[in-house]
């Protein structure tokens, strides 16, 4: 879902950005991180179950994320990702127990279940002040996706979108760029789950809908028949990175960017990247 020349680029340029970015006292999104814990040792990990690394995502899984909606088969970039960071944290396939948490319930105020979450998770400064977040492991742009030869279709510009209809999942960072970015003359119709959204395009209830780019090729290639990518953007500000979702305080974060970064220097992240979102040429950049 990130085409050709531009995703080798894109994964260069994400392997380089997380492998360089500095593992300080300073977190994500300008946010103290927690202190780290004596040791990264597996033995010395404070994990919600002795011995398991415990992580989650929503059901279903979506592609090219995971695949066959099955987290723990190591398929699909998250799944992928989360086993590489897993393994450079001392742990085999069999130590990784996946648990199911709805999107918006990840990052919400309060106790957690999950040692962390990943799940297409936008870092931003409002999230941070009440779950804690890993360093980025990958820079997203959004998408806007339409049904050829629909009005908005051949849209060139942001302008060319603002009387669109606009479906969006709620609690996402794609429902802020619509609003903030594209600010369409309706409000956009918010939809609980992706694949109502999804659906609510092929139906032709709405004119369009706003995913993340990797996201929005998946939806072209497997969900909704003649659609296309009308074009990508990006919020106002820094690129949007995904990042893993901690427990306020969890003094594993230092140990998983650790890792992370551990997986990028390697060259590995790019590899995943590479092999499960392919490349994002050929989506033009709406201005």
Known sequence: MVRPSMLLALGALVTAAVACAPVSDTGTAGTASPSAPASCAKDQLPLKTPGKLTIATDKPAYEPWFADDDPANGKGFES?????????LGFTRDEVEWITVAFDTAFAPGAKKF?????????????????DFSKGYYKAKQAVV?????KFASATDLAGLKDAVIGVQVGTTSLQAVTDV?????QPKVYSQQVDAVNALKNKQVDA????LPTG?????????KSKIVGQFGAPGAAEEFGMVFEKGNRLVSCVDEAIGKVASSGDLAKIETEWLGSAAGAPELK
């Open 209 to 212: 809908i706003v995913v993340d």
């Open 146 to 150: 339409a049904v050829e030869g629909s």
């Open 80 to 88: 992928a990702v989360a086993y590489a960071v897993a393994g450079e």
């Open 217 to 225: 090729f998946y939806v072209t290639a497997a969900q909704v028949e």
């Open 182 to 186: 594209i600010q369409p003359a309706t």
């Open 115 to 131: 040692d962390f979450d990943l799940n297409q998770v936008s870092i931003t400064p409002d999230r941070a002040k009440v779950v």
